[in-house]
């Protein structure tokens, strides 16, 4: 089975846990049988995994998520990179060449593309094996998953079937109505556009060239900021006459706010905190190295991050992104390929950040032309190599790296470190990359 997740979106109405670079989907919230808290990517990879182990996966994704999802799902996933956010279409488009002439996938195989952060159980996925066996039958060029809807919702699109069939053909769609709409529409047998669909890999990739002059994928991916940005519904959906839609009748939310996100919740807490017997309906999720006290709350969420902190009721939650947007800050946290940075803090001439390296993993061999830095190992093992000579580094261990100096430091263990940053213009466009050269002797 070949599945495309769609990874797109910044997640601010999850601020401060989420921002421009870590999106809702890389956050560790979701506790596992064994006591280890896993994001909605993880989740979904890992429920992918256990429904087929054979499971061919692709996200689709944005360049500044690729650190992220090697760091928390390894380098096995396939990855097609947007250069530019164009909607689903394009990025489907993309995903569909990228399988076939980068992963050599056959025109004849299933391809189903679905979100990558819904909350679901174990029966959606092989809901999704069924609904990519439906399309190599060839029925029909187009199979949607319909969601059976569990409330009239102003949130999503509908899928209007035919009959009340388990596999059905489409009769129409209709766009996000309001309630009142949304309950007639429940009423003659709707279901919610989930944007979960399968397809014969030739079938996009015919749509595709009949919409876009390319001739393969490299081709493809450079013309891609180019390209018009329109949806997969607008673009294809709702102009195919051989679609049909498979009923799924299980857990199925779309977890796009801090209210329906702490619903799901195992615990209150997550992190330090405490709470006295006056606190109802009350969520924390607190990622600083801090303690955080609340007293006589209900119906609140409270999250702390390097990003900030937000105190809010958890209905009024769900407009937190004006706010978000006016605020002008820098990223504070990010996971990299090789690990993650949290800044603590930030001076006019001076930047100091906490840098944690997985084990085996290490920076790119670099220079800066506008700053100096100095790195104190605080736990952990592994060897730096500065101007090409190689030295042994442990807790305690100072060093320091002046302005064009090449540097890099590797991690054998888990390897955490405090990177100062010292200049008057520090930016993360002062970087030169080099191949790493160790001198002799």
Known sequence: MNIVLLSGGSGKRLWPLSNDIRSKQFIKIFKREDGVYESMVQRVYRQIKEADPQAEVTIA??????????????????????????????????????????????????????????????????????????????????????????YPSEKYGYIIPADMGEISAVKTFKEKPDEETARRYIAEGALWNGGVFAYKLKYVLEKAHEKIDFTDYQDLYDKYESLQKISFDYAVAEQEKKIQVMRFNGQWKDLGTWNTLTEEMSEPVIGQALYNDSCENLSIINELNVPVLCMGLKNVVVSASAEGILVSDKEQSSYIKPYVDSIEQRVMFAEKSWGSFMILDVEEESLTIKVTLNPGHGMNYHSHDLRDEVWTVIEGRGYAVVDGRRQMVEPGTVIRMPAGCRHTIQAETELKVIEVQLGHDISVHDKHKYPLELSEG
């Open 61 to 150: 994704t944005s360049k500044t998520q690729v650190s992220a999802i090697h760091n928390q799902l390894g380098d096995a996933v396939g990855i097609s990179v947007e250069p530019a956010r164009r909607d689903t279409f394009p990025a489907i488009a993309l995903a569909t060449a990228y399988l076939h002439d980068v992963r050599g996938i056959s025109p004849e195989e299933a391809v189903v593309v679905c979100p990558v952060d819904p909350y679901v159980n174990g029966d959606y996925f092989e809901a999704i094996c069924r609904l990519g066996e439906q399309a190599e039958k060839g029925e029909a060029n187009l199979v949607l998953m319909g969601i059976a809807p569990s």
